[in-house]
């Protein structure tokens, strides 16, 4: 854990009955008042992955790195490779469509070359650094 980052475990944002609650990790930083709030979705398809463990390729301290440039982390990101071989992007254009029928402000980016697990894609970071720069625009 980074110092100044704050990190609240299992937060419930959902619950269905008959199954285990809908949970996420909050990550925080060193901040008063509001802030922006980046929502990472790790995928999996409900199989595999973790909230807990970001992909190998963005590194152990990920969510800690971006509460560090001050945003709050929820750990449920939508990007989508165009070459991906396992979700059609056309599910990430549904989604862009619907949360902008909802008022919201979002911009779709498929990532040239990148498959599901950002294989393929030219500079990851970059990928981060794109995020970041989206969510300072709004602010």
Same mark, same amino acid.
């Given at each position: 854990?980074?110092?100044?980052?704050?990190?609240?475990?299992?937060?419930?944002?959902?619950?269905?009955?008959?199954?285990?609650?809908?949970?996420?990790?909050?990550?925080?930083?060193?901040?008063?008042?509001?802030?922006?709030?980046?929502?990472?979705?790790?995928?999996?398809?409900?199989?595999? &992955?973790?909230?807990? %463990?970001?992909?190998? $390729?963005? +590194? *152990?301290?990920?969510?800690?790195?971006? /509460?560090?440039?001050?945003? @709050?982390?929820?750990?449920?990101?939508?990007?989508?490779?165009?070459?991906?071989?396992?979700?059609?992007?056309?599910?990430?254009?549904?989604?862009?469509?619907?949360?902008?029928?909802? &008022?919201?402000?979002? %911009?779709?980016?498929? $990532?040239? +070359? *990148?498959?599901?697990?950002?294989?393929? /894609?030219?500079?990851?970071? @970059?990928?981060?650094?794109?995020?970041?720069?989206?969510?300072?625009?709004?602010?």
């Amino acid at each position: 854990m980074t110092a100044n980052v704050r990190r609240v475990p299992d937060v419930v944002y959902g619950e269905v009955p008959g199954y285990r609650p809908l949970e996420l990790d909050l990550y925080l930083p060193e901040a008063s008042g509001p802030l922006p709030v980046i929502v990472h979705v790790h995928g999996g398809g409900w199989r595999r &992955g973790s909230r807990r %463990e970001p992909l190998p $390729v963005l +590194g *152990a301290d990920f969510y800690d790195s971006l /509460a560090v440039e001050g945003f @709050a982390v929820a750990t449920v990101l939508l990007m989508h490779g165009d070459a991906d071989d396992m979700v059609p992007t056309a599910q990430s254009v549904r989604l862009a469509e619907a949360l902008g029928a909802a &008022g919201a402000t979002v %911009e779709l980016e498929l $990532v040239p +070359g *990148a498959t599901h697990f950002w294989n393929g /894609a030219s500079d990851v970071a @970059a990928i981060v650094r794109r995020s970041i720069e989206f969510l300072r625009a709004q602010g």
